[in-house]
């Protein structure tokens, strides 16, 4: 049974560009959560879709956006991107809410 | 949401029981309990949770203060692949979508010596 996936594992972009990473979920889950991890930090939570909706938000600028596909997977979207947005991004995926979230390995996404 | 307080680091020695301390003085009646860890270069893992009662499982033990305003995670026996940063998250199980976010702190970096 695979885990959560993403791609791709490691990114570079320059300032201003825009990027999309890319996550499928643990088989038999439906929801699924982006955090950003900063260096030396705890992840931070971005969203979290559930039913190709985005139910939930956290403190991050309208540049950060989602989607989710009718097959669960998700998207990361980060538009005119700055230097502080070099971070780990890392997707998790849960059933309906319950309590247990997985995790992905997380693209590490470098802004020069 | 309601905050925890970790130490920075800890050290233990491998096959070695360590206790991982937590405070949550702020909890509320309907905030479980849930600790994660993060090895080096992977995404953070699932170890246990609880809500008032103690709890285990095949990874760790979870000791819950009867007034609820701390916890302790257990490690029997530490080996060297439970060096990691461990994550103590309140989650409030009130219900609906709050069960998706997780407020992660900077956790206790837990190093295991050979």
């Known amino acids: 049974d695979a885990g959560v996936t993403q791609s791709p594992t490691h990114l570079i972009k320059t300032r201003g560009q825009q990027v999309t990473l890319r996550c499928s979920p643990k088989s038999g889950h439906d929801t699924v959560s982006w955090y950003q991890q900063a260096l030396g930090q705890g992840p931070q939570f971005i969203f979290q879709?559930?039913?190709?909706?985005?139910?939930q938000r956290g403190n991050f600028p309208d540049r950060f956006s989602g989607h989710q596909f009718p097959n669960y997977s998700s998207e990361l979207n980060v538009n005119a991107l700055l230097l502080g947005d070099s971070a780990l991004y890392l997707c998790?995926?849960?059933?309906?809410?319950?309590?247990?979230?997985?995790f992905g390995p997380g693209t590490r996404l470098t802004v020069l | 949401d309601a905050k925890t307080t970790q130490p920075n680091s800890m050290e233990s020695n491998e096959e070695e029981p360590v206790h991982l301390p937590c405070n949550h003085s702020t909890i509320s009646g309907t905030d479980y309990i849930h600790w994660y860890r993060q090895l080096p270069s992977q995404g953070p893992e699932y170890v246990i949770h609880?809500?008032?009662s103690n709890v285990n499982n095949r990874m760790a033990s979870l000791a819950i203060a009867e007034d609820r305003k701390s916890s302790t995670l257990i490690l029997h026996r530490a080996t060297l692949r439970d060096a990691a940063v461990y994550y103590c998250?309140?989650?409030?199980?009130?219900?609906?979508?709050?069960?998706?976010?997780?407020?992660f702190g900077q956790g206790t970096i837990l190093t295991v010596h050979p």
């Open positions: 998250i309140l989650r409030d199980g009130a219900g609906g979508t709050s069960y998706g976010k997780l407020t």
């Open positions: 609880g809500l008032t």
């Open positions: 998790a995926s849960g059933y309906s809410f319950r309590d247990t979230q997985y």
């Open positions: 879709y559930y039913e190709e909706e985005e139910r």
